[in-house]
């Protein structure tokens, strides 16, 4: 012993590698036998360390990676030194609605210019206090004062497609991202920004291109260290360099009708309508009576952009892209929208459209398969699960006990394909809404989580269940959808960035041909 210890203290590189071989096998053997998630199922690989994530997270696969471990150990993995998955209904209800598990700090890489908004406060009261300015924004009876707006960009949207009359595909993403800035930015701040016609006459749009690519922004920034991204980012690439000022152009855009809507404000004009812009600029953030200042409002609005448009245009390109496939569904609806869409370019009242059995059909099912957010929604366990009381209190999930600052989530990918609940779940298919009894019917119901959970859910949903249903009807009412050229099963593959998904080929081509043409 006493030789083997002088033979490393002569040879400073030999001991270096022993202590440092020392150090991984104590460190495997803590995460592995002695970590209070060592009881967890899980392979060893994940136990013992992220990389093994962050590898399949880089590889855009992390969402199916994580599927695939709860199909084969059961509905509870680590997938972590001190990450836990699960697959479970009433652990889901616990982690999600108990406002004592404040969300990771993965969320900060969410930020807007550095500046928080409510998807990004980690701790419960501040996000409150944040999420009561923008909430009575989207209450139903408030957002559906908002239809005719987005009745009338639907007609826009049937319109420039009615000009191309079949003859060539189109990429229906970027169509769509259009689509979604025209509508997000009329409920936001009462203006029209014309991105569909800009996109009809083929003029580039430098804040839709950035609100499309403030995601890509986002994953490659989080990826490089700070000094090699700001270098990347001299490269003089005309297209590179959009991308890279994707948050200034997003942010300028922003703070000119938030200064414009505080001057009217400020001079006693009152908006016809009051758009998220007032609901913003009036709110108080604590009793006292601080308002939100301005990088607040301008990250709020930053994010609603973000969250809102990206999102809504892969889910509703990944319906279309069933329903270029699927003729019997596009029978279906064209049947149901038909007897409710006379003149086929005026949409029927909200009241009338939330009770079409077969298109709030579609929409579940397509919400189910097409999610575009199905990744992890990160939470930690809490000291106490309890807010009135700073006792430690063990959170228990299925059997085993989670200490205080493990990182608990579900994922809606894998909620949504649970056999037990969805039978043939990779199946798309809109009946099965239709034609199950009450019980199963509540459990699906229950299951369903692609704007997820709790005091968390989307700010967004209903509105976004508005432009789905408003969206969907315009363009079956007026179109059949075929696939377009480039457009296949390879090229439609579902990649993720670890939070929203997108198709492999990053655009979807179709061709709208117009109905009178059959
Ligand atoms: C199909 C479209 C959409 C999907 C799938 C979706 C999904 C989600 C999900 C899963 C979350 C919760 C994230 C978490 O727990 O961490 C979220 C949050 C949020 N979404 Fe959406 N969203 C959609 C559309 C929209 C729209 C149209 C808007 C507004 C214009 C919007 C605004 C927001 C906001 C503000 C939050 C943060 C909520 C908070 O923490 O207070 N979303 N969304």
């Given at each position: 012993m006493h030789v083997l210890l002088s033979a490393l203290v002569d040879h400073p590189v030999s001991l270096f590698i022993s202590v440092t071989f020392l150090a991984f096998v104590l460190h495997v053997a803590y995460h592995l036998l002695l970590s209070p998630l060592s009881k967890v199922p899980g392979p060893w690989y994940a136990a013992v360390s992220d990389l093994w994530l962050t590898s399949h997270t880089l590889r855009l696969e992390k969402c199916k990676t994580i599927h695939g471990l709860l199909e084969k150990y059961g509905p509870i993995v680590r997938v972590g030194p001190n990450r836990v998955v699960f697959r479970d209904s009433l652990t889901a209800k616990t982690v999600y609605m108990n406002p004592t598990f404040y969300k990771s700090s993965?969320?900060?890489?969410?930020?807007m210019n550095d500046d928080d908004h409510a998807m990004t406060t980690l701790e419960h009261a501040e996000h409150a206090a944040r999420r009561k300015g923008y909430a009575s924004h989207y209450v139903p009876s408030n957002i559906a004062t908002f239809q005719s707006e987005v009745q009338q960009y639907s007609v826009d949207l049937v319109d420039v497609l009615d000009n191309l009359a079949g003859k060539s595909s189109v990429d229906s993403l970027t169509l769509l991202r259009q689509y979604m800035v025209d509508v997000v930015t009329s409920v936001s701040?009462?203006?029209?920004?014309?991105a569909l016609a800009k996109w009809a006459m083929d003029a580039e749009d430098e804040f839709c291109t950035a609100v499309g690519d403030f995601p890509k922004r986002g994953m490659l920034r989080g990826a490089l260290p700070p000094w090699l991204w700001n270098l990347v980012c001299l490269i003089p690439i005309p297209r590179w360099q959009l991308l890279c000022r994707a948050d200034t152009i997003m942010s300028k855009f922003v703070s000119e009708r938030v200064y414009e809507a505080r001057a009217q404000m400020t001079a006693g004009g009152h908006p016809d309508k009051k758009t998220l812009v007032h609901h913003l600029l009036e709110h108080k953030l604590s009793p006292a009576g601080a308002s939100m200042s301005d990088r607040e409002i301008i990250a709020e609005h930053m994010a609603h952009f973000v969250a809102g448009c990206d999102t809504t245009a892969i889910t509703f390109t990944y319906m279309l892209w069933e329903l270029s496939r699927r003729e019997d569904i596009t029978q279906n609806l064209q049947a149901e929208l038909d007897a409710v869409m006379p003149d086929s370019k005026t949409v029927p009242d909200l009241s009338v459209l939330l009770n079409l059995p077969y298109l709030n059909a579609f929409i579940k099912e397509g919400l189910r398969m097409y999610s575009a957010t199905p990744s992890l929604l990160e939470r930690v366990v809490p000291t106490s699960m309890s807010r009135s009381s700073s006792s430690a209190e063990p959170f228990e999930a299925m059997g085993y006990i989670l200490p205080p600052g493990t990182i608990v989530a579900t994922q809606a990918w894998s909620v949504h394909r649970d056999a037990s609940v969805f039978y043939s779940p990779e199946t798309f298919a809109p009946e099965r809404w239709l034609n199950a009894g009450p019980a199963a019917l509540r459990t699906m119901e229950q299951h369903l989580m692609p704007f997820g959970l709790g005091t968390r859910v989307c700010g967004g949903m209903n509105f976004a269940n508005i432009i789905l249903r408003v969206g969907i009807a315009s363009l079956l009412r007026n179109f059949d959808i075929l696939v377009g050229s480039g457009t296949n099963e390879r090229s439609m593959a579902i990649l993720d960035s670890g939070f929203v998904v997108f198709p492999a080929a990053m655009k979807c081509n179709l061709t709208f041909r117009p109905r009178q043409q059959r």
């Open positions: 993965y969320y900060k890489t969410l930020q701040f009462g203006c029209h920004v014309g």
